[in-house]
């Protein structure tokens, strides 16, 4: 399968803490995109990194991009219970294919 | 805008009935996608269409029919239901495919359930 893997499954912490989340795909890509799902809702795009750029920081959101290990993190620094939701990556590889392969997602619990 | 919108949100059909999930979007975007998303299984590509009259098939097109007469619409039909076919749908829209750099902007969802 050409899914991204999110590792944790699941993390829980407590508000005000930081969260990492990493991402590991299988071949070149054209870019990699995180994605938020609040429970029983449509997807949610957060933040597109391209495969010359190596970080990206968009509001308490940092991507980082490692093409050499085919990996990337998202960071969400001082958690809020808001973002208690499910986060997937989804590369777009070089292949043509036309579309995003997601993975299973990290479930992130933040306890107020 | 309204965005993406799916109808209907919630369906229980039998076995070896059809189905139309209905999504349309009004950004004018090219591109459109279908997936399910099972739990464990992450979200899955069933078809996708880079324009009108243009469809093709993703990673799990098995039992699902596609058309896109107009830019706006993209339906995708349940030919005879199974169980197997119980999901959460989800209908996604971008400018153009996302390899090119263009994120994509979901539907709420329809959860179907097949007995």
């Known amino acids: 399968s050409q899914q991204g893997e999110e590792d944790p499954q699941a993390l829980s912490i407590q508000e005000g803490e930081n969260a990492t989340m990493n991402c590991s795909y299988k071949?070149?890509?054209?870019?990699l995109q995180w994605y938020r799902q609040n429970s029983g809702r449509g997807l949610v795009h957060l933040i597109l990194i391209r495969s010359n750029e190596r970080e990206k920081h968009s509001g308490r959101l940092r991507v980082t991009l490692d093409t050499s290990k085919k990996s990337s993190s998202l960071l969400i620094t001082a958690s809020r219970a808001a973002d208690t939701a499910s986060y997937f990556c989804?590369?777009?590889?070089?292949?043509?294919?036309?579309?995003?392969?997601f993975g299973t997602g990290t479930r992130l619990t933040v306890i107020p | 805008n309204a965005g993406v919108t799916q109808t209907p949100k919630f369906q229980v059909l039998k076995t070896g009935q059809s189905m139309t999930l209905q999504c349309a979007q009004d950004?004018?975007?090219?591109?459109m996608s279908w997936y399910r998303q099972d739990p464990g299984m992450g979200l899955r590509l069933i078809h996708y269409?880079?324009?009108?009259?243009?469809?093709d098939q993703g990673e799990v097109p098995n039992g699902y029919n596609v058309s896109r007469s107009t830019t706006e619409d993209f339906p995708l039909r349940l030919l005879s239901a199974a169980p197997s076919q119980t999901s959460v749908y989800f209908c996604?829209?971008?400018?153009?495919?996302?390899?090119?750099?263009?994120?994509?902007?979901f539907g709420p969802g329809t959860r179907l359930t097949v007995t």
């Open positions: 989804a590369p777009a590889y070089q292949t043509g294919a036309n579309n995003l392969f």
């Open positions: 269409s880079v324009g009108a009259g243009i469809t």
């Open positions: 996604a829209s971008s400018y153009s495919p996302p390899e090119t750099g263009y994120e994509q902007y």
């Open positions: 950004m004018n975007h090219e591109y």
């Open positions: 071949t070149s890509i054209n870019n």
